[in-house]
């Protein structure tokens, strides 16, 4: 068996890759901490700690360079929710919806959903406070910034997706809706409380609201 050693080629791309996703993940960071108008080519280089040409030479113009920070970012949130989503989608699987005709299994259900959201949001304040907030820009950013409008759109209705089902497992008459309702409840909860050690206190704030959210589409009192 004959070892080959590794193209210059393959291990230039491979470098270069590397430094390019740096770049852009420092670009998310600084996004996060100073806004778009502080996210320049020398805030990036100096929070990448590398030389300002390489910024330049990978992005020369900030533009797109903000614009694929915030495209990782999006990437990235969407990743996490999908896998954060998996154990209340596969409950929904689960749950033949003619056993919840009484009300203390409806109740029941209630609970255990509203825990495992309540968890998915815990996770994602304490553990994702960047990816958050550059989310919120973006979602704040594309009134005045056009160019952002498509990636907003496609991450919104991302993110929306499980929602709708969720609904729709509920019989809601306006799944859309009552979906965006949920979505805006529980992201404006993820940034009121972004960073916020978890707590106890943090804990039965957020899971008191996703309760009362999700018990007022079953037609539950709290």
Known sequence: MFLTKESPTVKRRSKGEKTRLLILQSATEVLAKNGIKGTTHRAIAKHADIQLSLTTYYFKDIQELVHQAFTLCSSQVTAKTSLAWQPAIDLLTSVNKTNLRKIS??????????????????????????????????????????????????????????????????????????????????????????????????????HGTVNRVIGNMMNLKS
């Open 105 to 206: 299994d409806k109740e029941n259900f209630r609970d255990k959903l509203s825990d495992m959201i309540t968890q998915q949001l815990v996770i994602s304040i304490s553990d994702s406070p960047v990816e958050l907030t550059v989310q919120q820009l973006l979602f704040t950013e594309v009134q005045v910034s056009p160019q952002l409008h498509a990636l907003a759109e496609m991450h919104r209705t991302t993110l929306l997706a499980p929602y709708i089902r969720l609904c729709e497992f509920l019989n809601s008459s306006a799944p859309q809706i009552d979906a965006d309702i949920m979505l805006t409840v529980f992201t404006q909860l993820e940034y009121r409380y972004v960073a916020m050690p978890s707590n106890e206190f943090l804990l039965k704030t957020i």
